[in-house]
């Protein structure tokens, strides 16, 4: 139950949910909601791990992990922006088809054990600051510090470039960046494919710099939509989707250090005592999900912010707005 | 809407084709929207058995062996049945909320708490030990039903008043549910340590065909049981309100149009409310019918009906009585699904199937239309 310990292992584990969460941003600032992320986590963590099993070359398996991401977004893209299918359904069918294509390449993949990870390494001189030293710069996978720099990096691209300025354009008001020549479908599947791309590194975040294995659907285990509900917690920032995805981290390392000591504030831990009492600790990362959107909601309205206003509307060129 | 001519994204490079194609807006869907369905789901089964043989399968022989054990005799129809039997009422729970255009992704914990309180009245239990079975029987229908509408209250509140996003809550709901099965067939309810409740009593046992082989020897070890007639009445009674009540076409108009419901007075939140519930409910209706038709104890595991429910949902293009033909289908795939190896085959198959009927709604909207290149 040390504070620094549970907060450095909020920051590992929160960069699944960053990078996851991330990608969501993108996508659905250009107007696309992409509710496939499940099932494109769970692709990256296979593609990812069995790559490492095949050739023992993380990087490599990071590599084909992204790929498989960008490969099961584009059937998203098509569907959602050529065909204008619904984007609810189409999320939702590709959740099913990753976690599927997961599963029949997994088969066989829980008995290859453990494999090599990622390196750890510690940056000198930052790691010698107190509290933030060994929170964030001690011993993290490098895909953590890729986490670091992806926040500034996505901050800067959607507010303070050309590139991104046609993104928000695309995502208010698609009819107007066409007339000023933005190509819409271009920009949406551009991001779409770029959070294909962050879900499925942030599946191989999870195999190849977390926890090297393949247990099935529980890999990922639902956090591929603890990351769509951050990107409304978040209001589609990514500053606030860095806040929120290393506190849920957080909060999944203390609800699993809190079953190890005997006594909590002087009393007998009753987590410890009945140990069918933790199935209620582990609800605790979704209640707040809710909460969060509860308290979110009400912010939202009060302060006028709100989704980005073409989200789930499928862009027709030529044809006047819904 | 006016027949405009519309470019596939992107605009076809008319230039180096002799002839263009191009997408044409349909004023009136299409008469026989059916086709477009069932030509999807054909493509979809022929992409499929591709990814089969990709992965070293052998896609005819999954097929055939899919149909034979699916309904090649009277003991595997009926087992197609069962297996059939949470997936109308779960599919009948989605197409009843996504008409309003409420995306109760939930169904699937509904179904669980439906299944955990049909549990409690057996368990705690809320009946005497030696009622008889018709008592019991339908005290469980009861609890299962409210504990589903109940938890299906949850989003409904949450979206009518506070305009909270119902797919994510029920999909968080989902998980907890889920948790909280666990800690009851971990916890209290667990059998000598085991993670699943003791066997219930033959009175909490709906009847199955097997029972009456006394008096109809052909009806010997078949295993279909009252689960599915109450699942063709609840198909049946979903197809009348939707249909043929004034509620059912006050939930189709909230849903193609919030704005004209609420100018014509529609208490649309309470509907929401109400929708949701019976949503719910209907879904807590099949987790009842399946721990005391099927399984005749509570686990700890989610078979999936509630994911698996959506696609039904979606085939039947949210008709009460198509779900009925759609969950039948479903139900062969999972049942033979469970033979094939690699296991994940079902689930890929349902992904594709899916997405093949989606994009062919483009086709139900508009009209392919191929010209000559001027």
């Known amino acids: ?322 | 809407m006016s027949a405009s001519q519309v470019p596939l994204a992107p605009p076809p490079r008319a230039r180096r084709m002799p002839y263009t194609v191009s997408l044409e807006r349909r004023l009136e869907a299409p008469r026989r929207s059916w086709l477009i369905t069932l030509v999807a789901v054909l493509v979809a089964l022929v992409i499929s058995g591709l990814m089969i043989a990709l992965v070293g399968g052998d896609p005819i022989r999954s097929y055939v062996h899919i149909v034979g054990a699916a309904f090649g005799s009277p003991g595997v129809i009926s087992d197609t049945l069962v297996k059939a039997t949470p997936l109308i009422l779960a599919g009948l729970a989605c197409a009843l909320a996504f008409r309003m255009r409420l995306w109760n992704i939930g169904v699937e914990g509904q179904y669980l708490m439906g299944a955990w309180g049909a549990t409690a009245v057996v368990m705690v239990p809320l009946v005497p030990a030696d009622a008889p079975a018709p008592v019991v029987l339908a005290a469980m229908a009861v609890a299962g039903f409210l504990s589903g509408a109940i938890w299906g209250s949850i989003p409904g509140l949450l979206k009518a008043y506070l305009k909270v996003n119902e797919i994510i809550v029920t999909l968080m709901l989902n998980y907890i549910a889920l948790l909280f099965i666990q800690y009851w067939v971990f916890g209290p309810w667990s059998e000598g340590g085991f993670q699943m409740t003791r066997q219930f009593p033959r009175t909490a046992w709906l009847p199955r065909l097997s029972d009456f082989a006394d008096s109809v020897p052909a009806f010997g070890g078949l295993t279909v049981h009252a689960g599915f007639l109450v699942a063709l009445l609840a198909a049946t009674i979903v197809w009348l309100v939707v249909r043929r009540s004034r509620w059912g076409f006050v939930i189709q108009l909230v849903g193609d149009s919030p704005n004209a419901a609420r100018y014509a007075g529609v208490n649309i939140k309470r509907d929401i409310v109400l929708v949701f519930m019976a949503s719910g409910g209907l879904a807590g209706l099949a987790g009842m019918s399946e721990v005391a038709g099927a399984v005749h104890r509570l686990q700890d595991t989610s078979p999936g009906y509630g994911f698996t429910a959506i696609i039904v949902a979606y085939l039947a293009r949210f008709n009460p009585l198509g779900v009925v033909v759609a969950a039948i289908l479903f139900a062969a795939l999972i049942l033979a699904g469970r033979e094939i190896q690699p296991s994940g085959i079902p689930a890929m198959v349902q992904g594709i199937v899916l997405f093949c009927v989606i994009a062919s709604d483009v086709l139900r909207r508009y009209s392919v239309r191929v010209q000559r290149a001027a």
């Not at chain 1, 250009?30 to 990087?59: C, D, K, Q, R, Y």
């Not at chain 1, 659907?217 to 860095?242: E, M, Y």
Request: net charge neutral; aromatic share 10%.
């Open chain 1, 1 to 322: 139950m040390d504070p620094i310990i549970i907060l450095a292992a909020g920051v590992t584990t929160g960069t699944v949910l960053l990078f996851a969460a991330l990608g969501e941003v993108f996508a659905e600032r250009s107007g696309v909601i992409n509710l496939g992320v499940e099932g494109m986590m769970l692709m990256g963590a296979v593609a990812g791990f069995s790559t490492v099993v095949a050739t023992g070359n993380p990087w490599l398996g990071v590599l084909v992990a992204m790929l498989a991401g960008v490969a099961l977004s584009l059937l998203h893209a098509i569907v959602t922006i050529t065909f204008q299918a619904d984007q609810i359904v189409s999320g939702l069918s590709l959740t099913l088809l990753g976690t599927g294509i997961a599963r029949v390449l997994g088969e066989g993949l829980s008995k290859a054990g453990s494999t090599s990870l990622l390196p750890r390494p510690t940056i000198p001189v930052l790691s010698e600051i107190p509290v933030i030293g060994p929170i964030f710069f001690t011993e993290q996978s490098v895909l953590v510090y890729v986490g670091y720099l992806a926040v500034p990096i996505a901050w800067y691209w959607i507010n303070r470039t050309r590139p991104g300025l046609h993104l928000r354009a695309v995502g208010e008001n698609p009819t107007a960046a066409d007339s000023l020549g933005v190509n819409v479908y271009r920009v949406r599947y551009m991001y779409v494919m770029l959070g294909g791309l962050l879900a499925g590194l942030a599946g191989a975040t999870i195999t190849l710099a977390i926890q090297p294995g393949w247990f099935g659907d529980l890999t990922v285990g639902g956090r591929g939509w603890i990351a769509i509900g951050l990107v409304i917690f978040a209001q589609w920032s990514p500053l606030r989707v860095a806040i929120g995805a290393y506190l849920f981290g957080a909060i999944g390392r203390l609800i699993y250090d809190i079953q190890g000591p005997a006594e909590l504030f002087g009393f007998s831990n009753p987590f410890k005592d009945v140990h069918a009492l933790t199935f209620f600790l582990g609800m605790t990362p979704f209640i707040l999900v809710i909460l969060i959107l509860v308290f979110g909601s009400r912010e939202a309205v009060r302060k006028r912010l709100g989704s980005p206003a073409a989200l789930g509307m499928p862009y027709v060129r030529g044809e006047r707005g819904h």
